[in-house]
């Protein structure tokens, strides 16, 4: 029988005070015993000490000049109308840079000021002050000065102060050991061949780059079946070899969900349930007075749970707080709508179009990784709000640099493969750039261009009447502005089909049988259009097709629903047959378009794009996928 | 007989556009031959080649629910007022999430919505639609896709996301090898015996940790004496194993400064002189078509060397380009001078005092290691200018991050020992602070105070007329402040005097004698006020002390200077002749106060530094110092 749990409902900044106040009375965030590192490898370990420099540096009166060492007081008098005359080895001593000072002397003449008279004489023209020219003893650092505090971050340039202070080895934290306990009976290990149910245990893998990337030491364990006592006991050795443990995951409260059961049995559970999405099912314990954290299993879930409650356990237990991620103010580009009492976590794109910076948002699900690994950053919606309206102004935290952001070229608009090829030799072409695409069909962008949300759009637009592509739509959607359309490929569209096509689907009137299901693309994508276009030529309803309203965003998802059985067909190009081993029926080759409003042809963003498409090895990878002519990738078909 | 050799004097810029351009050319910005790493250890590598997922994720259409997976077929026609009833196990099959669905089944119904009316009978009250509460093949990832593209860095969520799509190794670039040469015969390793003239080589672990921090691969080589075919042996068996080479130093124009000559032997030298300080001695050049670079010695001038020019090649080398630094606009708290022709970079301490950032100048020497140490970060004076006026505002690059600049207490005055402490226990007590201490002697602070440059300022004014500390000063240079004068410590202010005492000196009037020389504070310290009250007390005349002249601005300065041998005397705190093993002859006990404008007093700057004061074991720590009392050490002592 199913059990009922039913979770806190915490906001998240209120468990984790709750949480780091608890650990904190009970010792738990301290730093475990100091380990005694050379300064040598001491990079970007933190200083469980202050560190005292144990020599001056420099340590003697160092010549800071090519020149003579003499006697400040020998000088006095000279003038350029009355030199004054030394004899080197007496009064004037070769010194070079660093050199310590001859005995009694406390002044260098640089090099270039002095005039030989002889090999044994020099003539100066300047008196030279005390101290002139000479590194002090201590100029750098004075013995017994603190170097760096404790808790002080190691760089670079504290390593060389370290030893220049004549101190070869410190103090510093251990690095916290998080063990990670992937649990479940479904999990495999990357490489094994796959059945249906068998899930990958990448979890494990991300946390523990999440961990290192921290400071931490992940030490991952083997996998545990869900079964109570397996987990209590594995949980109980974590504990003893650990200084904080991740269960992953049962942390829900499914029927298989034991982690907060184990947790409670060898220790106690704070919190149950915070109030954030992705993130809620988190469990905050502690066993034996070391932190133990429940991790949901859907990869952005855990994600979040680390970022939220693991991180600052790991950076207190080192001493520090963990560096703030810069954020930027940017436009949202379409309605976020989120259920009030909830924070939520919201994935998004950006670019700097024109002179906002753009927000578009990607999809929410907490088991779509991508969503993270495609991100740019996230939008927090508070709990209390119901979200954002398109035009609105959010902070969004970043994952990458602002520069990287303004060197980003956005494309909003049709899907195509060829996009993938195209953003990966800009990026090789042109290390600091990156393309940044979202695929809302070609009616989709050319609106985003409108708004003012992209810096060119991709597009295949099929006009009914004429037969001609994207022309009367660009005049239509956006009529006062400049625009050209820019020439990417020509593309077969056809039937995808499942290999051997073993329902015999030869042409669009198939699509009538009652035993073939179709799968469809979203309003206002070119592929729908063209459809539609085809059917009415035809004469065939669009109600006699079974499957006309299902419905998937790029031709891939198409592909990837005929090769999974849940359609027999599908109109798409045949690269995406092609990437998946499906069948192919061709049937018209399309124009496939950038749209570019004129006032960012000349900028770098459409330039940079611009010269990769003329790249011979670009347009070769693109014709690799198949059904692809380049005739024309390039060249301007129409501007208005 | 010494050889002028005169250096290039190019914009950095230009010199590096030059480098890089021909590298380019040559083919030695190129990253090396790819490696295969395993995906899980590939945290913070570049990839080599775009990554396409192998298989889809999910690999099978799985239920994102715990519930019972359904025909969606089936569910039609159920309402709340005409419930419909299913047999488990024949037309509703339990799932718990992630499991895959039944053969036939296209939907799932969350087990909350499920009504038992026996074991083996449900009843439901909604339709479900197809694909409801289903993760399809591919939501995640569809087979093929490209996961990330060629020179993207790998973080923890693409370390996931490409083992969830069945990728277990990747491509990356080759971290550049730089093999790091010391040469100099001066040069010793660390741990050695000292004696003078002997330069600790500390260089090469400080440019070697930059390297790694860039994800370079440092390789140090010996010490190479100054001749120039040792120095050329050296050079040409690194270039044969490193991809760039870096020799340190001998990079100037100095009789033994072969750097220039070697490289030239084995390739060429594009550029011998940059218009940079510190950094101008920096020599880029080329040996079989690997990036040859010869670094200054001073560290200051390393560092700044490497940055420069050896970053942006090793990024290039890996695909990528280097991580720009965070800025801040800043208001400059005093000028700053620099020649017309030169660019300088001028290391600055960042406090955010009121509503504004305030930038103050540390050390500008080449060999002043600790000016980078404690510097928050760096102004750049442009060629074409001549400084800035204190009040300008100027672009600081940032060493530290916002937060931690915004988090930092900024204290400016009179320098004590305890500061140091209470620096390190701020840090242990709020590791997020920072406390920030400039030494300009207590009448600076106070001016500091009223430009409003600071949180507080130290300060031990001695008013010579009513022998009182600090209140009058107050008055007379903040006349309209509300502030208060808050007791950090006593201290006992002597003569610090050779160990042994060797000269016999007990008391002031001991200063007036021919053997003796002295060394002075500088003017504004309170040191010095001190001194010449004591001085007119006993009617001892300032110009009959020798060395009354020769100023240092800190308690150790003084305290070298003596252990030294460059003085025999100086007035001082005992904390610092205790830290030299200084004898010290005690004078006087004087008070040393904080003084901190009312405004602050409840911001975290100051409560922070008061609870601080409060702790046991800070004073502790302070009286370990010894010539302490800290009787009144966090008292109110006046307010105005």
Known sequence: MKRTVYLDDLPWEAALEKYLSYLNDLGALNPGRPELVPAEEALGRVAAAPVYARISSPHYHASAMDGLAVRSYDTYGAFEISPKKLRVGREAFPVDTGDPLPEGCDAVIMIEDVHYVQPDLIEIIHAAPPWQHVRFVGEDIVATEMIIPANHLVRPVDIGALLAGGVDSLYVHPRPRVALMPTGTELVQPGTDLKPGDIIEYNSRMLGAMVESWGGKALRKEITADDFASLKA?????????DIVLINAGSSSGSEDFTADAIRALGSVLVHGVATKPGKPVILGEIKGKPVIGVPGYPVSAYMGLDLFVKPVIFRKMGTVPPPLDTAEATVSRKMVSSVGVEEFVRVKLGQVGDKVVATPIARGAGVLMSLVRADGVIRIPRLSEGYNAGDTATVELFRTPREIRETTVIIGSHDNSLDVLANFLRLKYPEATLSSAHVGSLGGLTALRRGEAHCAG?????????????????????DRKVALVNLVYREQGLILARGNPKGIHELADLRRDDVSFVNRQRGAGTRILLDYLLGEKDIAADLIRGYDHEEYTHMAVAVAVKAGAA????????AAIALDLDFVSIVE???DLCIPLKYMDTPYIQRLLAVMALPEFQAEVKKLGGYDLRDCGKVMWRS
Chains 1, 2 share one sequence.
Do not use: C, F, Q
């Open 234 to 242: 594995t949980l109980a050795s974590s504990v003893d070899e650990a």
């Open 459 to 479: 597009t295949h637009l099929l006009d009914e009447e004429t037969g001609e592509y994207n022309i009367n739509y660009v005049k239509r959607i956006l009529p």
């Open 568 to 575: 027999d067909a599908g109109l798409g190009i045949r690269a």
């Open 590 to 592: 399309e124009r496939y």
